[in-house]
């Protein structure tokens, strides 16, 4: 029963490259999320997702894309990489009014 | 928008005595609201959630929180802390499809 996953767990990139964040979810939960947590800002929504191709943006989208071809998969990607980028991504579903979260990726932009 | 305000950033409890960490919330009507435990490097858990049913939420690891729309609050209490309760804890409102945390307590158990 492996629930939700990330990967990677850890990631070192430089400011301009490309970056993917994987979630991938066993429930079929219909609604994704993907945050980003930061000293003193507690956890901030990106994008969320509520079925398979219908996404809609958080209070902090600039700079990131999502897709959700399938109902498991919820990819991030940075398609620039910047340093205040630099935070640890959590990926959440949801079902019943109740959030389920990934362990998160460690991104570091240098 | 719903806003979501922790009322302390750090709480520091002595092993066996009570622990109250607040959380106020602003809406124009009753959003459901959750308490989440982080222990560190790892992932968000469910501690409890309040959906308009009972006022006072029993969740787990002897936690508990109550809704008092009167003064806009969701406090979580515990009467009798544990080493092991020692983690950062978020207040949670969802209002819609969105989730709003706040900005996260973090609790300290002195031995």
């Known amino acids: 029963d492996a629930g939700i996953t990330q990967s990677p767990r850890y990631k070192i990139t430089e400011t301009g490259r490309q970056v993917t964040l994987m979630c991938h979810q066993t429930w079929s939960h219909s609604y994704m999320f993907w945050y980003r947590q930061d000293l003193g800002h507690g956890l901030r929504l990106i994008y969320y997702?509520?079925?398979?191709?219908?996404?809609d943006k958080g209070e902090v989208p600039d700079g990131y894309v999502v897709s959700r071809s399938k109902t498991e998969n919820f990819p991030l990607t940075l398609e620039s990489a910047t340093r205040s980028q630099t935070s640890v991504y959590f990926c959440?579903?949801?079902?019943?009014?109740?959030?389920?979260f990934g362990p998160g990726t460690r991104l570091t932009v240098l | 928008a719903q806003s979501v305000t922790q009322l302390d950033s750090h709480v520091s409890v002595s092993e066996g005595t009570p622990v109250l960490l607040r959380c106020n919330y602003s809406s124009s009507y009753s959003p459901s609201l959750f308490w989440y435990v982080q222990h560190p490097n790892k992932g968000l858990q469910l501690l409890l959630k309040y959906t308009s049913a009972a006022t006072l939420v029993k969740g787990i690891n002897g936690f508990e929180a109550e809704f008092k729309k009167s003064e806009t609050s969701f406090h979580l209490t515990k009467p009798s802390a544990h080493m092991s309760d020692a983690a950062e804890y978020f207040c949670v409102a969802r209002t819609g499809n969105q989730f709003y945390f706040g900005t996260g307590t973090s609790l300290t158990v002195i031995p």
């Open positions: 959440a579903s949801s079902v019943s009014d109740t959030q389920y």
């Open positions: 997702s509520a079925a398979a191709d219908i996404t």
